[in-house]
T-cell receptor, first 110, second 114 residues
Framework: GQNIDQPTEMTATEGAIVQINCTYQ??????LFWYQQHAGEAPTFLSY????GLEEKGRFSSFLSRSKGYSYLLLKELQMKDSASYLC???????????FGRGTSLIVHP | KAGVTQTPRYLIKTRGQQVTLSCSPI?????VSWYQQTPGQGLQFLFE???????NKGNFPGRFSGRQFSNSRSEMNVSTLELGDSALYLC?????????????FGPGTRLTVT
């Protein structure tokens, strides 16, 4: 089976930096995705990690450590529009279908 | 490219009825996956269709079924609806070959069972 854990809720201040962690246990590993989902909307793709290390994309960065079963999403220069749910999703070995965590609800306040 | 579309967007049904939801993937995508999203359980995988065949299946009862047509459009059916089936149903498309790809989600169908 697969198990993915991430915090339920986080709060942060506009302009700050926040790190959202994700730990996973899977049978095999074929990549990890982060998605953003605003209330009432569909999830949208943010990042994909398959090798260890940091992937940077503008204000968002994602890190992966396969040996530790750990990833984080780093959001810099937070804006009010970053208030959303952030979903960690892992592709187990041999699968095209990711297993999603329950998501972390991020609240950005002024 | 046009995005993933789902119809209808909202649906209200009575317990015991059945419902059919439709999903049109991005042009060229052959994989369509269906998910159920609820506040308590998050995003749960129902099944995936690729080239008209169910390729992967989640842990849902047989009341949940689906199919895919030759143009890659997919339908999902839920029979004998229960109150607990109230949820947002999302479909997502991807190429389906060449390794894992990001999933492109449709706007979802909000199903309410009364």
């Amino acid at each position: 089976g697969q198990n993915i854990d991430q915090p339920t809720e986080m709060t942060a201040t506009e302009g700050a930096i926040v790190q959202i962690n994700c730990t996973y246990q899977t049978s095999g590993f074929n990549g990890l995705f982060w998605y953003q989902q605003h209330a009432g909307e569909a999830p949208t793709f943010l990042s994909y990690n398959v090798l260890d290390g940091l992937e940077e994309k503008g204000r968002f960065s994602s890190f992966l450590s396969r040996s530790k079963g750990y990833s984080y999403l780093l959001l810099k220069e937070l804006q009010m529009k970053d208030s959303a749910s952030y979903l960690c999703a892992v592709n187990g070995g041999g699968s095209y279908i990711p297993t999603f965590g329950r998501g972390t609800s991020l609240i950005v306040h002024p | 490219k046009a995005g993933v579309t789902q119809t209808p967007r909202y649906l209200i049904k009575t317990r015991g009825q059945q419902v059919t939801l439709s999903c049109s993937p991005i042009s060229g995508h052959r994989s369509v996956s269906w998910y159920q999203q609820t506040p308590g359980q998050g995003l749960q995988f129902l099944f995936e269709y690729f080239s008209e065949t169910q390729r992967n299946k989640g842990n849902f009862p047989g009341r949940f079924s689906g199919r895919q047509f030759s143009n890659s459009r997919s339908e999902m059916n839920v029979s004998t609806l229960e109150l607990g089936d109230s949820a947002l149903y999302l479909c997502a498309s991807s190429p389906g070959t060449g390794g894992p790809h990001e999933q492109y989600f449709g706007p979802g169908t909000r199903l309410t069972v009364t």
